[in-house]
């Protein structure tokens, strides 16, 4: 403190100069204004779960604010397939003043890009983005369309995976009804022989026979006899096939409902996200702030003016003590 009120007219003039200086050129800085979009992201859920009347176990359409959902929309949001959108919807080459051709471009681009535009998960597990720019008509825009391609994205995303799994589906259910269809033709034929119901046929020709039998009936007896060795000739192939056609039946219906339920994921789109607050205009700027720029110039000037002169004096003591040394030595 001593040292500084002795030097403090040299100190003062240089930490007051040093600030309204930075003051001065801060106005030489393009203002930046920041757009704010805030939106809680909606739970992940296949459209199939929402029909499910039985009650699946998928997680409760209205639920929202999840950190695992949060994290996963700032991936999404960091996609090269919104960010490219954003670069040349905005036309930020031309806006960040760089030139495609340039050396290390897109770097260049991607560096600026990451510096303005920014997604943080809240401490409420909202997603909030950010967009800082020289226009704030521009700012708002880009923040806003940012969660509109956000939607658009994860929407495709999840119809595509349902798309895939409707294709598997569909194979399976035509190669299902081929195989019914094979099996009905099968029984055809042999509904052809005059088997259509194994064992009641079977019992009734048995009561048949023995009555014929006690009638001695032959001519009955050869005629069923006939009707009962075809009925053993071909019972055994009837009740395979009917029984295979009876399961696969039963597979049909659940796969056609199955076909039901992701054929309405692939074709359904819902909102993923909750919004809560778009970007608008910012009426005033967020960077520069000069009066901070100002009062950390003076600091800075402050501490340097403060270390110059220490040194300066430690100098000049130094040189002192030489010529001392000399005169001394004289």
């Known amino acids: 403190m001593a040292f500084i009120m002795q030097w403090w007219k040299p100190i003062g003039i240089t930490t007051l100069v040093g600030g ?37 176990a998928g997680k409760d359409f209205l639920v929202y604010g999840e ?22 919807q905005y ?47 521009r700012a708002a825009g880009m923040a806003n369309d940012l969660v509109f391609m956000l939607d658009s994205l994860k929407n495709r995303i999840q119809q595509e995976r349902a798309a895939e799994g409707l294709r598997v589906v569909q194979s399976k259910y035509h190669e299902m009804g081929q ?34 039998l006690a009638k001695n009936n032959q001519a009955g007896v050869r005629a069923i006899q006939a009707q009962l060795d075809t009925l053993s000739k071909y019972g055994s192939a009837y009740l395979a096939l009917s029984g295979q056609l009876e399961l696969l039946t039963e597979q049909q219906i659940l796969l056609e409902r199955k076909l039901e339920e992701v054929k309405a994921d692939a074709e359904s789109s819902i909102n993923q996200i909750m919004p809560i607050d778009y970007g608008y205009p910012a009426d005033s ?38 010529k001392r040394a000399e005169a001394a030595q004289d």
Do not use: C
């Open 91 to 137: 036309n930020l080459w031309e806006h960040y003043d760089i030139s495609r051709e340039s050396s290390k471009a897109r770097t260049k681009m991607y560096k600026k890009y990451k510096e303005n535009i920014s997604f943080r998960r809240t401490e409420y597990n909202s997603v909030e983005i950010s967009v800082l720019d020289t226009d704030p008509e």
């Open 67 to 88: 950190e695992e959902e949060a994290e996963r929309v700032i991936q999404i949001l960091s996609a090269n397939e919104i960010r490219e959108y954003i670069i040349e």
């Open 285 to 322: 700027k967020t960077y520069p702030k000069r009066i901070l720029i100002a009062i950390g110039a003076s600091f800075f000037s402050f501490v340097l003016s403060v270390f110059f002169l220490i040194f300066l004096q430690n100098y000049r003591g130094y040189k002192g003590k030489l």
């Open 20 to 56: 309204l200086l930075a003051f001065g050129v801060s106005y030489a800085i393009k203002p930046r204004f920041k757009s704010t979009a805030v939106f809680y992201p909606a739970v992940t859920q296949s459209v199939s779960n929402l029909m499910d009347v039985k009650g699946g």
């Open 179 to 212: 195989r019914i269809q094979t099996i009905g033709d099968s029984l055809s034929n042999i509904r052809a022989k005059g088997v259509n119901d194994y064992e009641s046929q079977s019992e009734v020709l048995n009561k048949e026979l023995a009555a014929a």
